[in-house]
């Protein structure tokens, strides 16, 4: 068993920025992959952002492109997202996700492939 807890959520105002943090334990954290999905209330959960075990490897949806950062510490554990040029459309809870990964190093953006979940935490952005 993996269990994730995120935080850093809260408000902000459109343009801010928020770091994300999502605290791993329980197992190797290295031999998991991460991601990172959200849901808005009324709409299905979507992805954000998946990176492989060893950091290498990263891969962000089109809508956070180039605002959001994703990165992992796999010495203290902990998976990470930067979400700069916050918008009111990135208002939702965010999750953080694992799935364990020993050989590929690849990154996942289905969530069906993800085996561990995190509470969530929420994010708003006020206009």
């Known amino acids: 068993q993996v269990q994730l807890v995120e935080s850093g959520g809260g408000l902000v105002q459109a343009g801010g920025s928020l770091r994300l943090s999502c605290a791993a334990s329980?197992?190797?954290?290295?031999?998991?992959?991460m991601g990172w999905f959200r849901q808005a209330p009324g709409k299905e959960r979507e992805f954000v952002v998946a990176?492989?075990?060893?950091?290498?490897?990263?891969r962000y949806a089109d809508s956070v492109k180039g605002r959001f950062t994703i990165s992992r510490d796999n010495a203290k554990n902990t998976l990470y997202l930067r979400m700069n040029n916050l918008k009111p459309e990135d208002t939702a809870v965010y999750y953080c996700?694992?799935?364990?990964?020993?050989?590929?190093?690849?990154?996942?953006?289905?969530?069906?492939?993800?085996?561990?979940w995190g509470q969530g935490t929420q994010v708003t952005v006020s206009s």
């Open positions: 990176i492989s075990w060893s950091g290498g490897r990263t």
């Open positions: 329980g197992r190797t954290f290295s031999n998991y992959a």
């Open positions: 996700a694992a799935v364990l990964d020993l050989y590929s190093n690849t990154v996942h953006y289905t969530s069906d492939d993800y085996d561990y």
